[in-house]
């Protein structure tokens, strides 16, 4: 029986490292419809998405702004071709499967580690007070809104970054697409944001490698993104 260091190590390889057997790749005339599809959609995203990152707390453009963020990636991803859910390792390592379990667990691991980094941050002034402000969307908008905003931005942003755009790469997609996805949260004027997204980007970037598809990301980027949401305020709360 391994212990809990070999047993973390061995999910990881699973969740991250080590690729299904079987995955799709588009033919080549599908292909570059898809990357002018995509190219598109990246430059309306990156400015809708610094638009409504710089609307004021409790500006009822807030959810205008999300809303339309949300049907920029949505509607690119989808125009841009066909998307695969994709498949995980099981923990027998006997078969595939869709990779739900797994996507939840690296989804919450990675929460855990947020969370802790964040009662270092609370710690900081200048840091500090940027990510209070992002969270003041939640603190004085409807929190049901903000949380139903979250997850679907969360859903659409993978079926953009981990869907269409990976799959319109001939090459070097997992440091293209986290690079990208950084990019976009420049314009918040954030620097733990971009920080953020860079992390999650990445590992939600190497889920797609290994999984051939969306949902590991989807499930990964949406468990961290609402718990974020629900869990950092009153995180930040036992620092002050």
């Known amino acids: 029986m391994r212990g809990p260091v070999a047993e973390l190590r061995a999910f990881l390889d699973a969740a991250l490292l080590e690729p299904v057997r079987e995955q ?3 033919p080549p005339e599908a292909r570059m419809r898809r990357r002018v599809v995509v190219a598109v959609t990246l ?3 990156s400015v809708v998405l610094a638009w409504a ?3 004021p707390a409790g500006d ?3 959810y205008t702004a999300s809303i339309a963020l949300a049907a920029v990636w949505g509607i690119g991803a989808i125009a841009s071709g066909p998307l695969h859910f994709g498949r995980g390792h099981t923990r027998s390592g006997e078969r ?4 739900v379990v797994q996507s939840l667990a690296l989804g919450a691991l990675l929460l855990l580690v947020f969370l802790v980094g964040a009662l270092v941050v609370a710690r900081v002034p200048f840091l500090r007070e940027p990510v209070d402000q992002l969270l003041d969307h939640a603190r004085f908008g409807s929190l049901p809104v903000v949380l139903a905003i979250t997850m679907v931005n969360g859903i659409v942003e993978e079926l953009y970054f981990r869907g269409a755009l990976y799959a319109a790469l001939p090459s070097h997609a997992v440091a293209i697409t986290t690079v990208l996805y950084a990019l976009t949260t420049v314009g918040s004027g954030i620097p733990l944001l971009v920080l953020a997204a860079a992390i999650i980007g990445l590992v939600t970037a190497l889920q797609r490698r290994v999984t051939g598809g969306i949902l590991g990301p989807i499930i990964t980027h949406v468990t961290w ?4 949401l629900l ?3 009153p995180a930040l709360e036992l620092t002050r």
């Open 24 to 26: 799709h790749v588009d």
């Open 43 to 45: 430059v309306v995203g």
């Open 53 to 55: 990152l710089r609307v």
């Open 60 to 62: 009822p453009l807030f």
């Open 96 to 99: 595939e499967s869709r990779p």
């Open 225 to 228: 993104s609402t718990g974020m």
């Open 231 to 233: 869990l950092l305020p």
